[in-house]
T-cell receptor
């Protein structure tokens, strides 16, 4: 079993829909990243959070440390949101290494 | 700032050849990482460094070597390339924040390597 599990693996939505991507993990962590990767492109960090909720534009990320679960929400989705969204958890004390989920492939259709 | 740069973008190697993947960051970050990304798998940590002169193995170090002679550069060396090393390689850097949850990893654009 992977230490970081994401669901769903694939998601197709219509433009304007509210989208939720989930991440569950089984290790003790100090923080959690949400990353975005466009096809053939690089990886961009969207959020890093250790508690509560963060919002940036149409993106909202929440984390529940007790339940070892995080969600990434996209409001009013747009075709340009189409990408792979990756959850990664930070562990390892001072060296702070990341364990990555396998990603959620999101396609937003116009 | 250019951020994290990687060269080359693409490379095809024959089995047994060697090469160095270059990674440079201009943000004065202490922490640097090398990951590989295989289809359907999460990124895996190959090697990391917490500062110039200090490197350590990650999850999948076999077949690779690194060095960190300066803060800016963190090259990844492949000796005796094998088909199992066909992957996309990402370099990343991080400046540790004062508070937990305040630092960010910056990723390079990736190097797509094929070993035939």
């Amino acid at each position: 079993k992977n230490e970081v599990e994401q669901s769903p693996q694939n998601l197709t939505a219509q433009e304007g829909e509210f989208i939720t991507i989930n991440c569950s993990y089984s290790v003790g962590i100090s923080a959690l990243h949400w990353l975005q990767q466009h096809p053939g492109g690089g990886i961009v960090s969207l959020f890093m959070l250790s508690s509560g909720k963060k919002k940036h534009g149409r993106l909202i990320a929440t984390i529940n440390i007790q339940e070892k679960h995080s969600s990434l929400h996209i409001t009013a989705s747009h075709p340009r949101d189409s990408a792979v969204y990756i959850c990664a958890v930070l562990y390892g004390g001072a060296t702070n290494k990341l364990i990555f989920g396998t990603g959620t492939l999101l396609a937003v259709q116009p | 700032n250019a951020g994290v740069t990687q060269t080359p973008k693409f490379r095809i190697l024959k089995i047994g050849q060697s090469m160095t993947l270059q990674c440079t960051q201009d943000m004065n970050h202490n922490y640097m990482y090398w990951y590989r990304q295989d289809p359907g798998m999460g990124l895996k940590l190959i090697y990391y460094s917490v500062g110039a002169g200090i490197t350590d193995k990650g999850e999948v170090p076999n077949g690779y070597n690194v060095s960190r002679s300066t803060t800016e550069d963190f090259p990844l060396r492949l000796e005796l390339a094998a088909p199992s090393q066909t992957s996309v390689y990402f370099c990343a850097s991080r400046l540790r924040g004062l508070l937990v949850g305040t630092d960010t990893q910056y990723f390079g654009p990736g190097t797509r390597l094929t070993v035939l």
